[in-house]
């Protein structure tokens, strides 16, 4: 079956240094790859997206670029600010039978400080 | 943003008992979904509901558990009964469409069966 794989647990980075937030995958399928933030106590929230092999997609100062070579979809950002800290998921949708279920991997918790 | 609700935000009940989660939807959207989150672990697709029945469930939708949306009100699930295992986080999503269509989250319930 389908899985993600993620950065694990805590990255603890200070105000003004680069982000990046590994994600690794596995699919028989073509997919769609998703990042979402979760910022504490609310609801998770896309933030970026994309099915497009080696085309850099951005939003909110983030970016990241699917690479079906490798598998991955790495998230980016040049410099970090405190509102950044959140709980960020890589997911993935495929194009086979069921193309409505999220795989999720384990999130990666990033604490941005002063 | 479009948002969803989730009631209540926390659940504390004994092994055995009924419970039923409740998912306010983004008004206008046809497809919903719940995930389920073990502390520490990935969020994991329980089942997917269109048109009044399951589209989709996973190996996690135990014969316990059972969703509906009567007459367009909260999109439910019910477990019964519950055990120590059913303790997670469970979130809600609902999209506009199926397939690659967005999903919106809500902010999850905590359940502890104890």
């Known amino acids: 079956g389908d899985s993600v794989t993620q950065t694990e647990g805590l990255v603890t980075l200070t105000e003004g240094l680069p982000v990046m937030l590994n994600c690794t995958y596995q699919?028989?399928?073509?997919?769609?790859l998703f990042w979402y933030v979760q910022h504490l106590n609310e609801a998770p929230k896309l933030l970026l997206k994309?099915?497009?092999?080696?085309k850099r997609t951005e939003h909110q100062g983030f970016h990241a670029t699917l690479h079906k070579s490798s598998s991955s979809f790495h998230l980016q950002k040049s410099s970090a600010q405190l509102s950044d800290s959140a709980l960020y998921y890589c997911a993935l949708r495929n194009s086979g039978g069921s193309n409505a279920k999220l795989t999720f991997g384990k999130g990666t918790k990033l604490s941005v400080k002063s | 943003g479009p948002k969803v609700l989730q009631i209540p935000s926390h659940q504390i009940i004994d092994m055995g008992q009924m419970v039923t989660l409740n998912c306010d939807p983004v008004s206008n959207h046809l497809y919903f979904y719940w995930y389920k989150q073990i502390l520490g672990q990935q969020m994991e697709f329980l089942v997917n509901?269109?048109?009044?029945?399951?589209?989709?469930k996973s190996k996690l939708f135990k014969d316990q558990f059972s969703v509906e949306r009567p007459d367009g009100s909260y999109f439910t699930l019910k477990i019964q009964p519950t055990a120590l295992e059913d303790s997670a986080v469970y979130f809600c999503?609902?999209?506009?469409?199926?397939?690659?269509?967005?999903?919106?989250f809500g902010p999850g319930t905590r359940l502890t069966v104890l």
């Open positions: 994309s099915s497009t092999d080696n």
């Open positions: 699919t028989a399928y073509s997919t769609f």
């Open positions: 999503a609902s999209s506009l469409g199926g397939g690659y269509a967005e999903q919106f």
């Open positions: 509901f269109y048109n009044g029945k399951v589209m989709e």
